[in-house]
């Protein structure tokens, strides 16, 4: 911890220090692991509602006449297709096709897109995007003016809506609304990394402090809780949803993650698509599958995977689930033993544990 | 907070000894770094341990840490209860969740280990 001085800080820090949070460093950034435990906060997601400070996200913004084609011609989803008002998550790539970064596409207005991505992607995304700009618009990372907090959970709707006069019924999933929340302007957008209902919000630092305290007693009826990363890790892992650096990075693309749904051929030329192309047709070699563990322990991140006694593939992130009460995780496989149902084993501290694959997501919300 | 009669490691295991029998379990202070335990490694009855070299793991939802023996000597029992429970060692790390129990076979090395109020001072100067 003696290096905690030169990680970046969200303008909460001092909030979470004061919940007893355990603060470790994520990426260069001090940030809350766990407040009553990453167990109990993950199942109070599933059945009520958690509130997350996911501040170090990084946002940036393209405006002008061209924001549309920069927009298009960086990221694989079809941006322009978007309403104003709707978001879809995308992917920025290297023309050989592997990711820069997963990430949040929003539509603001035609000649105004606004980004979501990771945290401690945020400057090379942007470096990324301008170097791609040969277009009339003008990227700008605009980190520093949001703080982004996340409502996830069946009551995060109700929650929010104590704060809010905007109308959250009408904001359907992936879309979002600029309007007030406590007297703060906020971005609202109904989205989240955590597989339940929820909303993340995008307000101004000088905000966060008060609509943190507000959140918190607006959702005190429903038993809401600080959530740390911990579990917003473990709820997304059920969800099957990537995490860049896990089951995404700059060696991956995006077919092989399972991510063919965020790739749009069909709108023109976008960085990486070549590249796509030509995977599209040799095949792809590797996909991304689920697995749940059936002897003792846990495969974990960096793990790796066997097939009938052979070296076949590795995990990718690996955890108990709180839901399941199983353990459970995500590894790469040749495409061809990348289906449900295959017995793996998986070097777990230099023993052989069993394993068998099962399709992504692990759990999916009644809705 | 941290019993008078243990003695500790910087690695946050604790012992106990009652005549030639030493117990051992992880500290508070770990349990909490640690958080939700859900599994527990240990050595089986027989084996023999040596101070400072791994004598078993515990595993919890972020990650897996190993257990260093903070004495040597052979394991005599083990706490068989935390299989079916780990989360015990969360609740009651210093007394019903201890781990094993050894037979010392070099006492002297209790010397090497830090007072309770020497690990108070390491774990606070650690924060």
């Known amino acids: 911890m003696a290096a905690a001085s030169l990680l970046r800080a969200t303008p909460l820090n001092s909030v979470h220090r004061a919940l007893g949070a355990k603060l470790v460093d994520f990426g260069g950034w001090e940030m809350p692991v766990q407040y009553s435990g990453i167990i109990e906060e993950h199942q109070t997601v599933r059945r009520a509602v958690g509130l997350f400070d996911v501040s170090h996200m990084g946002e940036i913004e393209i405006r002008g006449p061209e924001a549309g084609q920069l927009a298009d011609f960086a990221t694989t989803n079809h941006a322009r297709k978007l309403k104003i008002g709707q978001a879809h998550y995308s992917g920025l790539l290297y023309a050989h096709g592997g990711f820069v970064d997963d990430i949040l596409v929003h539509k603001v207005a035609d000649d105004h897109y606004f980004l979501c991505v990771n945290a401690s992607n945020q400057e090379k995304d942007f470096e990324h995007i301008r170097g791609l700009n040969r277009f009339d618009a003008q990227p700008e990372l605009s980190s520093a003016r949001y703080v982004q907090l996340a409502i996830q959970g069946p009551k995060g709707p109700a929650t929010l809506q104590k704060l809010t006069p905007v109308d959250l019924c009408k904001i359907r999933y992936y879309w979002f609304a600029d309007g007030v929340v406590s007297g703060a302007q906020a971005r609202i957008a109904h989205t989240g990394y955590t597989g339940e209902d929820g909303f993340e919000i995008y307000i101004a630092p000088e905000e966060a402090e008060r609509v943190w305290n507000e959140v918190i007693a607006a959702g005190a009826e429903f038993g809401i809780k600080p959530c740390g990363l911990g579990a917003r890790n473990t709820l997304r892992l059920e969800a099957g949803m990537a995490l860049y650096g896990h089951e995404i990075d700059a060696s991956i693309l995006p077919l092989e993650a399972g991510l063919d749904w965020i790739v749009r051929f069909d709108k023109g030329d976008f960085v990486g698509r070549e590249a796509l192309v030509q995977l599209r047709e040799r095949g792809v070699k590797r996909r991304l599958i689920g697995f749940e563990m059936r002897g003792h322990g846990i495969g974990r991140d960096g793990y790796e995977v066997y097939v009938d006694g052979q070296p076949a593939g590795w995990v990718t992130s690996g955890s108990p689930s709180p839901t399941l009460n199983k353990h459970i995780g995500m590894c790469y496989l040749s495409a061809e033993r990348a289906e449900p149902g295959r017995a793996i084993q998986i070097m777990v501290r230099s023993q052989l544990v069993d394993a068998v694959t099962v399709a992504i997501p692990f759990y999916k919300r009644a809705k | ?127």
């Open chain 2, 1 to 127: 907070m941290y019993p008078q009669n243990f003695r500790y490691t910087k690695e946050h295991e604790w012992v106990r000894v009652d005549g030639d029998i030493g117990t051992i379990g992880i500290t508070d202070h770990a349990q909490q770094e640690l958080g939700d335990i859900v599994y527990v490694d240990l050595p089986k009855v027989g084996t023999k341990v040596t101070q400072g070299a791994t004598a078993g793991s515990v595993e919890s939802v972020k990650a897996v840490s190993d257990i260093y023996a903070p004495v040597s000597g052979d394991v005599t029992e083990i706490n068989s209860t935390l299989a079916d429970a780990p989360e015990k060692l969360n609740s009651d790390p210093h007394g019903d969740a201890w781990l094993i129990k050894i037979k010392l076979s070099a006492p002297a090395e209790m010397a090497k280990l830090l007072s309770a109020d020497e690990y108070q001072k390491y774990i606070e100067a650690e924060k």
